[in-house]
């Protein structure tokens, strides 16, 4: 009651709990202010208060007892609730007394984690990564006996995410089961990359070897039609020999006139007709093709994604047609030789000019010629390699190197060049010739060996410095 200046008096409506503070700017209709206003009738605000009162003195007295809802229920009295007993197994209210006061409170750890810390009143809070989670108490101490799986004298937690667990030591334990399964893994299995970022077991140096590599190359068609051709030349030679022969005696001054003297003249006359074009063309098409060819068929990316490093790659493949074209360089003289041996006999060599070799020395000067032979092709195999991968059609890279070979020995036939023919790298292709002699000449194989490693050093340095840096799009 409250008196006014006029002597009457006024009743002072009781204060409403869920309008706003006096003083407050009440927020617009459709406005949040923790919950959403909307204009109320007076039959609501009469019920609202209603429900005031009956929350301030602790119940409905209108309801019925077995209408009303029960208290909430917090720490072990929740478990319990949440697991009860069959009825003839309840505890009584003395006993279930007992058994709380049997419990001890747990012993407060020692928070050493970054991620704790004690506030005053003895609650540990999560701080960090943890500020969701809420503190263990003592009232989530679980009691002995229960079946829960979890020890009964450590605080439970449950973080923002609903997840559970228990503190130990100052940490916390999460039943996170793909956690516990990663923990329980080796190392290696955790971490399955090395150091450089390759995952475990991979080694470089074990990818594609040269025997695997050098089997696939034995088993292409182009790889057996180009070795079968070099042993089938010396036979089409024999051939020609012998359907041409008038039975006249043998010509001196040149190879092919003294070709059917011997066996190793026959030899000699097949590697000399074959090392200008034939010899060149076979290395060119082992080199050439080994990655243009992977390229064309759109394997080369797969290789490298295995993965083969690059420089692994381009070495092992030129490793390989190395192997191939020896083995074509040599294959020609050997089949050439066991057929002359064959038909004609053995023999000595006679030479162009007019010397003559016996058969042991004859086989050693001709084998010191194909050895020649073989290092002076040297700078055709880098140049088809360097044009191997820069190009993803093979023919394109075989015929590039064979045409720059056939350019070369046009040009170093115009004698008006002079001293400037010594720089073209076929200028010393027959340099090999100067062995069938009785005193050999080195100065021309040296030369030509000094000219076709350094043409070869140069060839094979941009193959593989275009190969690092090529985009493989095919």
């Not at 209408?67 to 072990?76: N, V």
């Not at 609730?81 to 407060?108: I, M, S």
């Not at 070799?357 to 020649?372: E, I, K, Q, R, T």
């Amino acid at each position: 009651m409250a008196a006014r200046s006029n002597g009457e008096s006024t009743e002072i409506p009781a204060p409403d709990p869920w309008s706003a503070p006096t003083g407050a700017a009440a927020p617009e209709h459709g406005e949040q202010s923790g919950r959403e206003t909307q204009p109320l009738s007076t039959e609501s605000e009469l019920h609202r208060a209603a429900i005031a009162r009956a929350l301030e003195s602790g119940g409905f007295p209108d309801l019925d007892p077995a209408q009303r809802r029960p208290s909430p229920m917090w720490g072990a009295d929740a478990m319990l609730a949440d697991d009860p007993e069959p009825e003839d197994e309840q505890p009584r209210a003395d006993e279930l007394g007992a058994d709380r006061a049997d419990v001890r409170d747990p012993e407060r750890p020692d928070w050493t984690s970054p991620t704790w810390e004690a506030e005053r009143g003895g609650s540990e809070v999560a701080t960090g990564d943890h500020a969701d989670e809420r503190a263990a108490t003592a009232d989530d101490v679980i009691p002995a006996g229960r079946s829960t799986g979890i020890a009964s004298d450590h605080p439970r937690f449950t973080d923002s995410t609903g997840r559970s667990g228990i503190v130990e030591t100052g940490q916390v334990s999460v039943a996170d089961p793909a956690a516990e399964t990663a923990a329980a893994l080796p190392v290696s299995a955790q971490d399955p990359t090395q150091a450089d970022g390759s995952v475990q077991g991979y080694r470089a140096g074990r990818t594609l070897p040269v025997r695997v590599e050098l089997a696939r190359q034995l088993g292409r068609r182009r790889t057996r039609l180009a070795l079968g051709f070099l042993m089938l030349l010396p036979l089409l030679l024999l051939a020609a020999f012998e359907i041409g022969d008038d039975g006249s005696t043998p010509r001196t001054g040149d190879l092919a006139g003294m070709a059917t003297s011997s066996g190793l003249n026959f030899a000699a006359f097949a590697v000399s007709s074959s090392a200008g074009f034939l010899l060149v063309l076979v290395v060119a098409l082992f080199f050439g093709d080994t990655v243009a060819s992977e390229a064309s068929w759109c394997s080369l990316r797969y290789l490298l994604a295995a993965p083969v490093p690059r420089g692994r790659l381009l070495r092992q493949k030129a490793i390989v047609a190395a192997l191939l074209s020896l083995l074509g360089t040599v294959l020609l003289p050997a089949v050439a030789l066991a057929v002359g041996l064959f038909w004609y006999g053995p023999g000595e060599l006679a030479t162009p000019n007019g010397s003559v070799l016996s058969f042991a020395a004859g086989a050693v000067h001709l084998a010191l010629a194909v050895a020649y032979l073989a290092v002076q092709l040297s700078w055709v195999a880098g140049l088809a390699l360097w044009l191997g991968v820069s190009t993803d059609a093979p023919l394109g890279a075989v015929g590039g190197a064979v045409l720059v070979s056939i350019l070369s020995q046009i040009l170093d036939q115009i004698s008006a060049l002079g001293s400037l023919r010594s720089f073209l790298p076929t200028h010393y292709a027959s340099a090999w010739s100067d062995l069938l002699a009785e005193d050999v000449d080195w100065t021309g194989m040296a030369n030509g060996t000094c000219s076709a490693l350094i043409y070869a050093t140069v060839f094979v340095t941009l193959a593989h410095w275009h190969f690092h840096r090529k985009d493989i799009t095919s």
